[in-house]
């Protein structure tokens, strides 16, 4: 099976029917057979996006998801992966990558992932590829 790296934008795609990208999203990790990794800060972002009362549900519904499916690595916070991304954003001010975005890019070299289910630019500005 093969593996790719979760972003934030996949998972707002994912949850929200009006997005552009949703039917993209809600169709390719069922047609590929995809594993998935993804972060305690890529989450965060979209428990973030979903906070306002009556909505919060729809981001318990994901992790519940996430937290029993055997085919997600969900990447934990822990000071190691916070400071190597802390790191990385330090060194690339000639970038405007979020902190979310480098310990991401951390993870999924970690994690030897060339790909990442997103449209965000910055993945392939740090030399992945992009699945959305």
Known sequence: MRTVFADTFYYLALLSKDDAAHLRAARIVPDLDLGVVTTAWVLTEVADAFCEPGQRGVFMELLKALRVDPDVTLVPPNEEVFGAGLDLYGRRSDKDWSLTDC??????????????????????????????
């Open 103 to 132: 310990i991401s890019f951390v993870v999924m070299e970690r994690h030897g992932l060339s790909e990442a289910l997103t449209a965000d630019h910055h993945f392939e500005q740090a030399g992945f590829v992009l699945l959305l």
